[in-house]
Structure formats: structure tokens, C-alpha cells
Nanobody, 126 residues
Framework: QGQLVESGGGLVQAGGSLRLSCAAS????????MGWFRQAPGKERELIAA????????YYADSAKGRFTASRDNVKNTVYLQMNGLKPEDTAVYYCALATSPYTGVLYAPRQYGIWGQGTQVTVSS
């Protein structure tokens, strides 16, 4: 079935940086698109960044452009989200997700992702 384990969240001051990691196991990783989502209290889960199976794209939400960088290492079965210039409004639980089926492009909808990590809390203080 596969499993995703996230790490790297925490508390940071505004303007600071964090690097999230998401390690995949139990499934062939290199043929599946990956995504990073976040969910703040009282808000819907939103796509922040997405990368294709070979690391191409990537797609970024407007709120992430210029500040976040998504990448993947298919040898290590790991996807990363480098977050710079963090703002209090970035505070949320961040989730990585693996596509339901092999796909060469970038995927945008939560329903297109079949395996989700447990989430990691990112808190940005002002």
C-alpha cells in the first residue's frame, strides 16, 4: 500500500525557514506524482506545491511562489519542501501526498492523491 512519513515541522519566527521532508516506503516511488498540502484551522486543505514523477513542474500556489521550493530525490524515495520567508499565515498542518496512479505530470486535486502522510505542524510566530 505504501506509507509516507513527514518530518521537519516546528515553530519558527516570521522570516525564518524550515525544510519539510517526506519519506516514502512500501511502494514504487519514482513513477508517482507528489504533492504538498496544508490545512489551517477552520480552512480547507489546499495544495501548496506539486512535482511530477521525475521532479518536473513544479507547481506552486500563489501563496508559495518565490518562497517555497519543492523537490524530490527518487533514489532516497523522499520529497522535500523548502520554505523560506515564512509568514504567520503559513501556520498550518502540512501534508505530503502520493498520487493514486502512476502519472507523468503534475496533479492538483486532493482526490488524485491516494496516500497521505500523518501531517507535520508548522507554526510561524509574528
Amino acid at each position: 500500500q505504501g506509507q509516507l512519513v513527514e518530518s521537519g515541522g516546528g515553530l519558527v519566527q516570521a522570516g525564518g525557514s524550515l525544510r519539510l521532508s517526506c519519506a516514502a516506503s512500501g511502494r514504487s516511488f519514482s513513477t508517482y506524482a507528489m504533492g504538498w498540502f496544508r490545512q489551517a484551522p477552520g480552512k480547507e486543505r489546499e495544495l501548496i506545491a506539486a512535482v511530477s514523477a521525475n521532479g518536473g513542474g513544479p507547481y506552486y500556489a500563489d501563496s508559495a511562489k518565490g518562497r517555497f521550493t519543492a523537490s524530490r530525490d527518487n533514489v532516497k524515495n523522499t520529497v522535500y519542501l523548502q520554505m523560506n520567508g515564512l509568514k504567520p499565515e503559513d501556520t498550518a498542518v502540512y501534508y505530503c501526498a502520493l498520487a493514486t496512479s502512476p502519472y507523468t505530470g503534475v496533479l492538483y486535486a486532493p482526490r488524485q492523491y491516494g496516500i497521505w502522510g500523518q501531517g507535520t505542524q508548522v507554526t510561524v510566530s509574528s
